[in-house]
């Protein structure tokens, strides 16, 4: 037999050893690497060659093949026992660690400090790439990778040999050279503060100047989305991130840190140089105004007020409620409702106008004052809800 000849069967022979072991790999996973991703034969020839495994099994795939086709398996040798390992569960490893990486996540648990990276051995024992529409998350001993957990927690491959067999040792010793901000963390943080930011509020209390903007830890401690039929509202130490306060306040973390992690610097410090109008100072204006609006009176006549004329803004919030006479409102000798609201606009720390826009009530309001008795306003809310 000639060099060529000897060549093309030993070629054919090594294309053979390859579909054997791709067609015991398929059996034993049904070519399922991670949840929701599924591979072919060929697939799996090409990816498992592109690990550092292969340089080790090339010239010995029968053996493997073998090892792969039998139900219970019995290896001595550390080396072989990764070898096996990475041709069965390396592409599996090899994508959940990846997917986990590409998103690193911190710990949290008291046994380890604060922001630590996480153990490999948690990884392969809960982390599933298919949790929270994809983003990975955890699952209690039900991760991708749990068989390759009882390998390492049993002892019978280490992390340093996997790690090197299927090429991620440097990537992963270099994740747990870091410190960093725990997902979960992240994830809240970010979900509250674009809730609070798509209608952002402000001040109004006796510390504070009113409409100056609320503080990062105020927010953290104190805000809620599920108050306020889910338009967002504040309860003392009791925000949906008050665990994230507490760690900003022990030094833990920075509120620039957090605010880098998720994104949202930018969009805060913007925030932190506006002023506006505080939403409860919103709410209750355009409940009082809607409900005027819808049961419109007019002024009776008095020296300050021409008979059957718009009554004016500033004493609709001063001393309407909605509550009385028979819960069509009226106006009342003592406050209003929006008495606050009527206070704030009465020493210039806010402008009529500013308000009415602020609620998409100030087209109707301009329509309802060109009315008198005789040609009473009727409140559309459809029609100045698009106007607004």
Not at 32 to 55: A, F, H, K, N, S
Not at 191 to 218: A, R
Not at 319 to 338: D, L, P, Q, W
Request: with cysteine; proline share 3%.
């Amino acid at each position: 037999m000639n060099a060529k000849a000897k060549t093309l069967e030993e070629e054919l022979s090594r294309q053979s050893d390859m579909i054997d072991l791709a067609d015991a790999w398929m059996e034993k996973t049904q070519g399922v690497i991670v949840p929701g991703v599924v591979i072919d034969r060929e697939e799996y020839i090409t990816r498992i060659q592109e690990l550092p495994v292969w340089d080790k099994v090339k010239d010995d795939l029968g053996f493997y093949t073998s090892l792969l086709s039998k139900t219970k398996v019995k290896i001595n040798k550390s080396e072989v026992k990764a070898n096996f390992a990475a041709l069965k569960f390396g592409l599996t490893i090899v994508d959940t660690i990846n997917h986990f990486l590409s998103d690193p996540d911190y710990s949290v648990a008291e046994n380890r400090p604060f922001g630590s990276p996480r153990p490999l051995n948690r990884i392969l024992e809960s982390y599933r790439t298919d949790l929270n529409n994809g983003s990975g998350g955890y699952e209690l001993r039900r991760g991708n990778a749990i068989k390759v957990f009882y390998l390492l927690n049993n002892g019978i491959i280490t992390e340093q040999d996997l790690l090197d067999v299927v090429g991620l040792r440097e990537r992963w010793e270099a994740y747990q050279k870091t410190t960093g901000i725990p997902r979960e963390y992240r994830e809240l943080a970010k979900k509250i503060l674009n809730h609070f930011l798509n209608d952002p509020d402000y001040y109004h209390d006796k510390l504070h100047s009113l409409g100056t903007p609320k503080t990062l830890k105020n927010i953290l401690d104190s805000y809620r989305t599920d108050l306020e039929n889910g338009e967002g509202g504040y309860q003392n130490n009791k925000g949906e991130c008050q665990r994230i306060y507490g760690a900003i306040k022990q030094g833990l973390i920075t509120e620039e840190e957090l605010l880098d992690s998720i994104g949202l610097r930018e969009q805060w410090e913007a925030y932190q140089k506006t002023t506006g109008i505080p939403r409860e100072y919103r709410r209750k204006a355009k409940k009082v105004l809607e409900h005027f609006l819808s049961n419109v009176s007019y002024c009776t006549g008095d020296r300050w007020n021409k008979q059957d004329s718009p009554r004016k803004l500033k004493s609709v919030l001063e001393k309407y409620r909605t509550h009385i006479n028979n819960v069509r409102g009226s106006f009342h000798n003592s406050k209003g409702e929006a008495h606050k609201v009527y206070d704030a606009i009465k020493r210039g720390l806010l402008k009529a106008d500013d308000l009415l826009k602020s609620i998409g009530l100030y087209e109707a309001w301009q329509d309802y004052r060109k009315t008198t008795t005789g040609n009473p306003f009727v409140f559309d809310p459809k029609k100045y809800q698009k106007a607004a």
